[in-house]
């Protein structure tokens, strides 16, 4: 059974830092494109990293870039999500995404709150 949980969300202050998880059951990730999204209130998902599994290309949004560090442990089947420097705007749901060109898959969010 292939499952995504992502966990580590919370309640930070501006400036502060945050890691996100994504445990990725049942997926051999150089398979997979990785990827983490946001969705803040009455906006719409968007996209913050995508990384190949395969080859480790990244490509991070405007808004995160600087901030922000995707990185995989293929042994533990893990992705994970570095925040730095954390803003107000940084405030949404987060959620981790794989994609083999076929299917793609989805993690329950996990929520994000940044204080000023």
Not at 38 to 66: F, L, N
Not at 93 to 102: A, E, P, Q, S
């Amino acid at each position: 059974e292939v499952q995504l949980q992502a966990s580590g969300g919370g309640l930070v202050q501006a400036g502060g830092s945050l890691r996100l998880s994504c445990a990725a059951s049942g997926f051999v990730l150089d398979q997979y494109i990785v990827a983490w999204f946001r969705q803040a209130p009455g906006k719409e998902r968007e996209g913050v990293v995508c990384m190949d599994g395969y080859d480790g290309r990244t490509i991070y949004a405007d808004s995160v870039s600087g901030r922000f560090t995707i990185s995989i442990d293929y042994a533990k089947k893990m992705v994970y999500l570095q925040m730095y420097s954390l803003k107000s705007e940084d405030t949404a749901v987060y959620y981790c995404y794989l994609d083999d060109g076929l299917n793609d898959y989805w993690g329950q969010g996990t929520q994000v709150t940044v204080s000023s």
